[in-house]
């Protein structure tokens, strides 16, 4: 698979952690990016949703 045709990241280049351990920008945990360049698609998609649910409950 070429690497253009995989998941893509959720980054949006802001890039800092709440009192949470949420990045402000993408809404993932430090555990998650951190571990996002080893996951493979249904992993990332599995991030991808959480980060939806994390949308979602603040009104976004």
Do not use: F, Y
């Amino acid at each position: 698979m070429r690497r253009q045709d995989r998941v893509q990241s959720p980054c949006v280049s802001i890039c800092a952690l709440d009192e949470n351990d949420l990045c402000i920008g993408c809404h993932r945990t430090s555990d998650e990016i951190m571990s996002w360049p080893r996951l493979d698609d249904d992993q990332r998609r599995k991030v991808l949703e959480q980060v939806a649910k994390r949308e979602e409950k603040v009104g976004l």
